[in-house]
């Protein structure tokens, strides 16, 4: 049974991977972006917004179909992580944010020019994904259960499954932990409208001060095949989180290929391409 998260926050996180900016064709988007240190990410876009006037308005999460655009304009897949958080608002401000439970996740993006990065983001119903299947966590702090966890991606064409996606530990994102949290809050509550990015912390204001959200903590590196193929009718794209305790590498692409999505210590996302 698929969730209902209209009343969450739907944010994401730009360039907390490293090179993925560079794969998606997005570093000129976020040149004039300066940030603290080399690796820190370059900032945070809605994907939804809980009763927005605009387009933010329009739900778009489904753990089973990805709906592209009437539009001609090629789509890729973005597999990452979906953090389910609590926020604790003060003054006006976030204070804190504490992640529950995180889960496969497709962040599938318009590769068009856009002014604002979330204007490739949400095209109407369907348009993004986050898995049914969602992993409590134990702690965001180093060594918690989450640190234990890979996320790979593919892509079933025609009957043939190729990897979409590189294999990697969670723990290679950029920023994680409690530095992912820190850095999270103070982007929300200090950035301003500048380049591809938007006053997120205006447009939570407009809606009343949502206190939960899904925040997609950045998109991970694709491999070859992944970089240069985009989404058609008739595909099926599959992302998925294991427990690298239980399983490797070959074992996970063999249930991906025997479509076996559910089971212990895995977090799966499979979405048909309409």
Same mark, same amino acid.
């Given at each position: 049974?698929?969730?209902?998260?209209?009343?969450?926050?739907?944010?994401?996180?730009?360039?907390?991977?490293?090179?993925?900016?560079?794969?998606?064709?997005?570093?000129?988007?976020?040149?004039?972006?300066?940030?603290?240190?080399?690796?820190?990410?370059?900032?945070?876009?809605?994907?939804?917004?809980?009763?927005?006037?605009?387009?933010?308005?329009?739900?778009?999460?489904?753990?089973?179909?990805?709906?592209?655009?009437?539009?001609?304009?090629?789509?890729?897949?973005?597999?990452?992580?979906?953090?389910?958080?609590?926020? &604790?608002?003060?003054?006006? !401000?976030? $204070? /804190?944010?504490? =992640?529950?439970?995180?889960?496969?996740?497709?962040? +599938?993006?318009?590769?068009?020019?856009?002014?604002?990065?979330?204007?490739?983001?949400?095209?109407?119903?369907?348009?993004?994904?986050?898995?049914?299947?969602?992993?409590?966590?134990?702690?965001?702090?180093?060594?918690?259960?989450?640190?234990?966890?890979?996320?790979?991606?593919?892509?079933?064409?025609?009957?043939?499954?190729?990897?979409?996606?590189?294999?990697?530990?969670?723990?290679?994102?950029?920023?994680?932990?409690?530095?992912?949290?820190?850095?999270?809050?103070?982007?929300?509550?200090?950035?301003?409208?500048?380049?591809?990015?938007?006053? &997120?912390?205006?447009?939570? !204001?407009? $809606? /009343?001060?949502? =206190?939960?959200?899904?925040?997609?903590?950045?998109? +991970?590196?694709?491999?070859?095949?992944?970089?240069?193929?985009?989404?058609?009718?008739?595909?099926?794209?599959?992302?998925?989180?294991?427990?690298?305790?239980?399983?490797?590498?070959?074992?996970?692409?063999?249930?991906?290929?025997?479509?076996?999505?559910?089971?212990?210590?895995?977090?799966?996302?499979?979405?048909?391409?309409?």
């Amino acid at each position: 049974m698929e969730k209902d998260y209209k009343n969450f926050l739907g944010l994401g996180i730009a360039g907390n991977f490293a090179l993925h900016l560079k794969q998606a064709g997005e570093l000129e988007d976020f040149k004039d972006i300066i940030t603290a240190d080399e690796a820190a990410p370059k900032g945070i876009f809605p994907f939804y917004i809980p009763n927005n006037s605009t387009f933010l308005g329009t739900y778009p999460l489904s753990n089973d179909t990805i709906a592209l655009p009437d539009a001609v304009v090629n789509v890729q897949a973005e597999p990452e992580v979906g953090l389910i958080c609590k926020i &604790v608002y003060e003054d006006g !401000k976030i $204070a /804190s944010i504490i =992640p529950t439970h995180f889960a496969a996740y497709n962040d +599938t993006s318009l590769r068009k020019n856009a002014p604002k990065i979330s204007l490739k983001k949400n095209w109407g119903a369907s348009s993004k994904g986050i898995s049914s299947k969602l992993i409590e966590i134990e702690s965001f702090k180093e060594g918690s259960n989450i640190d234990n966890y890979r996320i790979c991606s593919f892509l079933r064409r025609d009957g043939n499954v190729f990897r979409y996606g590189e294999d990697v530990a969670l723990t290679g994102y950029s920023y994680f932990h409690e530095t992912l949290l820190d850095w999270i809050k103070n982007q929300i509550n200090t950035q301003k409208d500048f380049g591809p990015l938007q006053d &997120v912390l205006a447009l939570i !204001k407009e $809606a /009343s001060y949502p =206190p939960e959200m899904i925040i997609s903590i950045g998109a +991970t590196r694709y491999t070859e095949y992944g970089e240069h193929t985009f989404l058609q009718s008739g595909d099926e794209v599959i992302v998925a989180l294991y427990d690298n305790n239980l399983y490797c590498k070959n074992p996970i692409m063999s249930k991906v290929v025997a479509g076996e999505y559910e089971a212990e210590g895995m977090s799966v996302l499979a979405q048909k391409v309409l």
